[in-house]
Each structure stands twice: as structure tokens, then as C-alpha cells.
């Protein structure tokens, strides 16, 4: 018998109840600096060492936080339905958690790529700075997805909602084009839940919502889906 196929769509709330920083709340990460100085590619060519030791800090951080109770629901969703996370977060907080499958929109932290050979990527640990390069000798960035640079998966995700028979969106205020358009590829008849204690409007979608936080809300809703995937 086959699977239903099971689609999450993530954001900045997923990982704020690990304790992780948004970029978005007023005392989160932008309060403390400017977009346009740490997140571009303009940033990155005029002062490298504050776009690197920014990231650094977040991959610093990342190692002190530890996934939240929603992070293992959704990933014990595996035994029951064939799961996949898009995510617009750059942590590997679904990852620690068991799930399998987590597409990462925007980039991972713990991952750099070469300024000079785009196809390089490569596993990093500890800190990136100025005069670490790629074999072919440019210097390492964060594989991050900077505002106004193009997002290189969102075909592929599209892709993988198209085909989704569930939808859950939590996390997220759906404000970050284009992944908020994302939701809009589920077919008519997918079921769509909404995770989130201030749950966006979907503009005329039909969903379920749950305004709880995502460590309370996904366990709740996991513990439903199990169920209705045995009957």
C-alpha cells in the first residue's frame, strides 16, 4: 500500500522554540544589524569578515541549541506517511531530529561553497574566515541564498508540493517571496494545516489551523495524522 505523500513547508518559528534567533521579530537578528550590511552579495564583496563572522556566530549558536519536541514529531511522521520538509531555515535542527528528507531553501549554515567555483560545497564545522579557499582558490562564503540572489531549489520544491496529498505550514509568516508562493502548488484536494500561534491567512486556501507554538502544535497534530494514517 502505498504512502500518502506528507509535504511540511518551514520557517523561523520551527527553530525559535530551540531557542534560535529570527531574523524577523523585533529583537531578533535584523535588530542587531542591517540586511543590507551581513545578508547581500554587495555586503559579502565590501566587508567579508563582518558577513563571515556573522555567520559564524549563527553556526556557533546552532551548536548550543537542541531540537524541540515539534522537530521529533514531525520527524516519527516518517514511519507513517513518505515525508518531506521544505524548509526555509538554514539549521539542521530537522536533520538532529530524524527526518530524512529537508529540502533547505535559503541554504544551510553548516555549509560553505567557493566565490569562484560555483559547484564547490563543502561540509564546515568551526569558523570561515578571510583566506580559506576552495581548490581552485576562491575564497569559502557561507551557502547561504543572500537577498537578491536567485533561489536555486525553488523549482524542486514546487515540484514536490504538486505531488503532495498533505500540507503542513508552520512557522512561518509566508512574507518571504517567493517561498511564500509555495503553498499555492498543492493540489485542490491536499489537506493543508497551518502551525502557528499568529497563523497567516493562505488569501481563499482552505486549511486547518492550530494557533499554537510548533513544539506544542506539531506533536498534537502528529499524534492525529498517525492515527488517520492507520484507518
Not at 569578515?49 to 541549541?65: C, I, P, S
Not at 517571496?177 to 497551518?194: D, F, M, Q, T
Amino acid at each position: 500500500m502505498n504512502r500518502k505523500k506528507l509535504v511540511m513547508l518551514t520557517g523561523a518559528g520551527v527553530s525559535a522554540d530551540s531557542g534560535l534567533e529570527t531574523f524577523r521579530a523585533s529583537d531578533g537578528l535584523w535588530a542587531k544589524h542591517r540586511i543590507e550590511d551581513v545578508c547581500t552579495p554587495e555586503a559579502l564583496q565590501r566587508n567579508p569578515e563582518l558577513v563571515l563572522g556573522f555567520y559564524n556566530a549563527r553556526r556557533r549558536q546552532l551548536k548550543d541549541v537542541t531540537p524541540n519536541e515539534g522537530h521529533y514529531a514531525a520527524a516519527s511522521l516518517e514511519s507513517h506517511y513518505d515525508v518531506e520538509i521544505i524548509t526555509q531555515n538554514v539549521d539542521n535542527l530537522h536533520e538532529r531530529a530524524g527526518s530524512t528528507k529537508v529540502l533547505h531553501l535559503h541554504g544551510e549554515l553548516t555549509k560553505c561553497r567557493s566565490m569562484k567555483d560555483p559547484s564547490y560545497v563543502c561540509e564546515v564545522d568551526g569558523d570561515v574566515v578571510v583566506g580559506d579557499l576552495c581548490p581552485k582558490g576562491g575564497q569559502l562564503r557561507p551557502h547561504i541564498v543572500f537577498f537578491g540572489e536567485e533561489v536555486p531549489l525553488l523549482s524542486k520544491a514546487a515540484g514536490i508540493i504538486r505531488q503532495a496529498d498533505l500540507v503542513i505550514v508552520a512557522g512561518t509568516s509566508l512574507a518571504v517571496y517567493p517561498a511564500a508562493g509555495l503553498v499555492r502548488h498543492a493540489p485542490p484536494a491536499a489537506e493543508i494545516y497551518v502551525l502557528d500561534p499568529n497563523a497567516p491567512h493562505l488569501g481563499g486556501i482552505r486549511a486547518s489551523y492550530i494557533r499554537e507554538r510548533f513544539s506544542i502544535a506539531m506533536p498534537l497534530l502528529a499524534q492525529t495524522l498517525k492515527k488517520q494514517a492507520i484507518l
